[in-house]
C-alpha cells in the first residue's frame, strides 16, 4: 500500500515543517502546492523532499487541494492543512491498522482535531472530527471554493472513526480569528452573490460576519439556517455545524432590538433538547439564567456544563474548554453573592488556571476583594502559589489591578520584580517610585517621556488613565507627572513644568496645593477634576484626597 501525504501552502514558513515531520516516516510521497508564497516554505518543503506544484491563486481552495490530488500516485491520501500536525507523530503502522480494520467500506477516516490556542498556554479550545485520510479514487475531491469538503461524485464519503489519532491545528488561535474571518468572508460573499446558497454556506456565512462582529448581517443567516430542511442532517455530517446555536445565541445578545428573550431562549431549549450532550449548550443556558438574575438555575446549568465536559466522547465539535474559565468565573460570583467566601474564592482560582493571560484582570480583582484584607506578605504568597510570575504578560496583569488599590506593599513587590526582570518603564514605575518617596524623580521621568511619547495606535496604544481624551495634546507620561505633583502637593515642583499643563490643569493644581476652592466653575473643569480624581484615589493619602476633593 502506497500513501500520499498532500498540502497546500501560502507563506507557511513557520508551520509547515512541524506538519511534515509528524507524518514523514510513514508516506511515500509529499506532494506541496504552492499557492504564491513569498518566504521559505518552498525551500523548506523541498529539504523535505517534497514535490512542489505552484498554482496562481484564484480564490478557491478546492481548485488547488484538487491539482495535489491529480498527481498523487498512492493508494490513500493524508491531506492536512499547513498549520495541522498529528500528535503523537503518525506511524506507518497506524494508517496500516485503520485501513485495515476498517476493511473495503471505508473510504475515508474521521480523526478527533484538537484547535490548539498558542495565546491561550497552547490549550485545546475545541474539538472537531475532521477527514484527514482518504482513498485515492478518480470520483474523490474536493467541493467548494472555501470550507471544502471533501466528496465521492455528489455525496458524501463512508467514513470510519479513528478515536485513538489526534491531529492538532493552530490556525484558528484567537489572535489570528478575525484576520481569517475576514478573508473567509470576503470569499463567502462572493459565493453567496454568485447565486450558490445552501445550508453550510448559511451557517459559515453566520459564524464569519459574527467573528467580524457584524452581528446584524450575521442575525439575516442565522434565521436562513434556521429555514433549511437539512439542518439536522448538516450538523450530523458536518460536526463543528454544531455551533451554530452558541453563533446563533451571540448575535442575539449583540443585537437586542432586533430580538426577544422569549426568542432566545427558543434558540437554547432548541439546542438542549436536540442535543442535551453538547456541554456549550448548558454553559449557554446558565450564562441566560444568570444575565436574567437567576443565580440557583444559572449554577445548575453551569455545574452540568462542567460535568459534561469531563466525560464528552461524542461525534459533534466541543467548543465548551474555550468557556471554562468563564464558567468557573460566573459560580465564584455567584457564590461571594451569596457570601460564601471560601466557595467563591476556589472557583476563581480554577478559573485563573483556564483564562487567557490578557483576562486575567477581573479574576485577580475578584480574588483580591476576597484576600484584600489579610497581610499583604500573605497576599503575595498566595498570588504566587496560583500564577505563573515569571512570565511579563503575567505581571502586568496584576500590577494593572493592584495599582487601583490601596496594597502598596503588594503593588511594590510586583514593580520591583517586573522592573529588575524585564526592563520595563511604565506607568507601573511611576506608581512606585513616588510610593517609595521618590514623587519628584517619578515626575521628571514622566516628563522626559513625554517628550518621547509616540502613540502606537496599531497597537491599541492609548492614555492609560484618560485625563485627555487627545492623545495628540495629552499623554499617558503626563498623567503620571501630574499624580507626583499633587502627591508631593509641592508649587516649586508644580511651577518647574507648568508649560507641560493645559490651563484647567493648572488651575486645579494650584487650588489643591494652596488650598483654595474654584469659584468659576464649568463643565471642563467639573470633568477633567473627575478624572483627575479617579487618576489619584488609590495613591494619594486619604486625608489629602479629602482636600482634593473639596476644591470644587
Known amino acids: 500500500m502506497k500513501i500520499t501525504a498532500c498540502s497546500i ?97 471505508a473510504e475515508g477516516f474521521i480523526f478527533t482535531m484538537k484547535q490548539i490556542d498558542h495565546s491561550k498556554k497552547e490549550e485545546c479550545f475545541v474539538t472537531d472530527g475532521v477527514t484527514r485520510i482518504f482513498r485515492n479514487l478518480p470520483d474523490i475531491r474536493y467541493k467548494g471554493s472555501i470550507h471544502e469538503r471533501i466528496k465521492r461524485g455528489d455525496r458524501e464519503l463512508i467514513l470510519a472513526r479513528c478515536p485513538d489519532l489526534f491531529i492538532y ?14 478573508r473567509n468572508l470576503d470569499l463567502l460573499n462572493n459565493v453567496y452573490k454568485n447565486g450558490e446558497k445552501d445550508t453550510i454556506l448559511y451557517y459559515f456565512l453566520l459564524r464569519e460576519n459574527y467573528s467580524s462582529h457584524n452581528y446584524k448581517d450575521a442575525l439575516k443567516f442565522v434565521e436562513l439556517f434556521q429555514q433549511q430542511d437539512d439542518v439536522e442532517h448538516i450538523i450530523k455530517n458536518y460536526s463543528s455545524a454544531i455551533c451554530f446555536y452558541e453563533y446563533a445565541y451571540g448575535v442575539m445578545k449583540n443585537v437586542p432590538d432586533e430580538v426577544t428573550r422569549e426568542e432566545i431562549m427558543n434558540l437554547l431549549n432548541k439546542a438542549y433538547e436536540k442535543y442535551p450532550e453538547v456541554p456549550t449548550h448548558s454553559y449557554l443556558l446558565g450564562r441566560e439564567a444568570m444575565d436574567n438574575n437567576l443565580d440557583e438555575e444559572a449554577k445548575t446549568w453551569l455545574g452540568k456544563a462542567l460535568e459534561l465536559n469531563k466525560n464528552y466522547t461524542g461525534t459533534f465539535s466541543n467548543s465548551f474548554p474555550s468557556y471554562i474559565s468563564d464558567t468557573y468565573f460566573r459560580l465564584g460570583l455567584i457564590n461571594q453573592l451569596k457570601g460564601k467566601q471560601e466557595a467563591a474564592l476556589e472557583y476563581y482560582v480554577y478559573s485563573l488556571k483556564y483564562a487567557v493571560v490578557k483576562k486575567y484582570a477581573p479574576i485577580i480583582q475578584n480574588t483580591l476583594s476576597i484576600i484584600g484584607k489579610e497581610n499583604e506578605k500573605e497576599i503575595i504568597v498566595f498570588l504566587n502559589s496560583i500564577l505563573d510570575i515569571g512570565k511579563k504578560e503575567v505581571l502586568e496583569e496584576i500590577l494593572s489591578v493592584l495599582r487601583n488599590t490601596r496594597l502598596y506593599k503588594a503593588f511594590l513587590y510586583y514593580a520591583v520584580k517586573y522592573n529588575r526582570e524585564f526592563d520595563g518603564q511604565n506607568e507601573n514605575t511611576y506608581i512606585a517610585m513616588i510610593l517609595t518617596g521618590q514623587a519628584e524623580l517619578a515626575v521628571d521621568t514622566a516628563i522626559k517621556g513625554s517628550l518621547n511619547y509616540k502613540p502606537d495606535y496599531n497597537k491599541g496604544d492609548q492614555i492609560y488613565n484618560g485625563c485627555s481624551d487627545s492623545p495628540e495634546k495629552y499623554n499617558w507620561h503626563l498623567d503620571y507627572a501630574l499624580m507626583g505633583i499633587l502627591y508631593c502637593r509641592d508649587m516649586e515642583l508644580f511651577e518647574k513644568y507648568q508649560l507641560f499643563f493645559d490651563d484647567t490643569t493648572k488651575e486645579i493644581i ?4 494652596s488650598g483654595n476652592k474654584i469659584t468659576n466653575l464649568t463643565n471642563e473643569i467639573l470633568e477633567l477634576h473627575n478624572k483627575i480624581f479617579l487618576l489619584i484615589f488609590n495613591i494619594i493619602p486619604e486625608k489629602e484626597l479629602a482636600a482634593f476633593r473639596g476644591i470644587i
Open 510 to 513: 494650584v487650588a489643591y496645593i
Open 169 to 182: 491545528h493552530s490556525g484558528y488561535s484567537s489572535e489570528l480569528l478575525e484576520q481569517k474571518a475576514k
Open 9 to 105: 501552502v501560502k507563506n507557511e514558513e513557520k508551520n509547515i515543517g512541524r506538519s511534515i515531520e509528524s507524518y514523514k516516516s510513514t508516506v511515500d510521497e509529499i506532494i506541496i502546492v504552492d499557492t504564491g508564497s513569498t518566504d521559505n516554505t518552498v525551500e523548506i518543503c523541498e529539504k523535505y523532499g517534497a514535490k512542489v506544484l505552484h498554482f496562481k491563486w484564484n480564490d478557491n481552495f478546492s481548485d488547488a487541494k484538487n491539482l495535489a490530488i491529480e498527481h498523487a500516485t498512492g493508494d490513500w491520501i493524508i491531506f492536512l492543512d499547513a498549520d495541522e500536525w498529528f500528535v503523537p507523530a503518525l506511524k506507518r503502522s497506524n494508517v496500516m491498522n485503520i485501513v485495515r480494520q476498517a476493511g473495503h467500506v
